[in-house]
């Protein structure tokens, strides 16, 4: 991809392969690819940066590695840096003397999404498949798939409609030798997903992520919920994260205590202190 009016893609994004979901993302979306040069310009005195970049090379987990990008930029003022150690919280500020580290999670819309696009991904064709869906169960997820690879298989391009599913499937605008299938997944504006479905979900990548917490003192755990879109205008983070009541806590106490603790070491009240979900 040409990035010649684009320093900062050009210094980190030069060597990325012309199939990468991130560069095919670029084509269908040129105002993201502007907004992501000057994204990498704000960060690019942040410690590590390039070894995060790096990262991004794998098609399945750069969206993630945004999440952390953009958090990083709105701490900026706090001089973060990406920490590079294995199994440790992704990015760490230095303040009052104390290490403060930050677990930034992309909230995924469905797990089943995610399996959409490697599954299609992984077949080489000279195709671009956009598919704009909505809640993924595992049925709708697997005929989504084979609908999908059928088509590539015989070749055949134009606009479907499956289980709710709007696929496109168009010729790619070039080809060098044998790519894999370009996949772009756009999720559905108006979705209604339930709140205690979507404890169940924080839960579990909480408890997937708690031995990176429990030999650092102070760590908060960000979530990245731009990936969700509600029907209801009332749904609250906290009641998610934490819970109604006492009995509900239940995980949620571990992070309630944390946020306790920064409190008392740094004299701030949890009113004054910024939200953690972006």
């Known amino acids: ?72 930029r709105n701490i900026k003022a706090l001089s973060p840096e990406f920490v590079q150690a294995k199994n440790k919280p992704d990015l760490k500020i230095t303040l009052y003397g104390e290490d403060i580290l930050f677990e930034v999670k992309l909230l995924s819309d469905t797990d089943e999404a995610n399996r959409v696009y490697r599954e299609i991904w992984a077949q080489l064709s000279d195709f671009v498949v956009k598919n704009e869906y909505g809640l993924l169960d595992k049925e ?21 409609s499956i289980d709710g599913t709007d696929i496109e499937i168009n010729k790619k605008k070039k080809t060098v030798g044998s790519e894999r299938t370009r996949v772009v997944l756009i999720m559905k504006e108006a979705i209604k997903i339930s709140s205690e479905w979507l404890r169940r979900k924080v839960y579990a990548d909480f408890w ?71």
């Open 140 to 160: 709708k997820a697997n005929a989504i798939i084979e609908f999908v690879i059928a088509r590539i298989k015989s070749q055949q391009t134009g606009a479907f």
């Open 208 to 278: 997937d992520k708690l031995h990176q917490f429990s030999s650092e003192r102070f760590v908060f755990w960000v979530i990245d919920v731009k990936n969700w879109k509600y029907a209801t205008d009332d749904l609250d983070f906290r009641d998610i994260v934490y819970g109604k009541t006492v009995e509900d806590l239940g995980v949620g106490m571990r992070l309630l205590v944390g946020f306790e603790d920064i409190y008392t070491a740094f004299n701030k009240t949890p009113e004054k202190f910024p939200e953690l979900v972006f």
């Open 1 to 72: 991809m040409d990035f010649s009016s684009h320093t900062y893609l050009r210094k980190y994004l030069n060597s990325f392969d012309d199939s990468h979901p991130l560069l095919n993302f670029f084509e269908l979306n040129p105002d993201y690819k502007t907004h992501f040069d000057k994204l990498l310009g704000e960060l690019d005195t942040v410690s590590n940066l390039s070894s995060k970049i790096k990262r991004m090379k794998d098609p399945y987990n750069w969206e993630s590695i945004i999440s952390e990008l953009e958090f990083a």
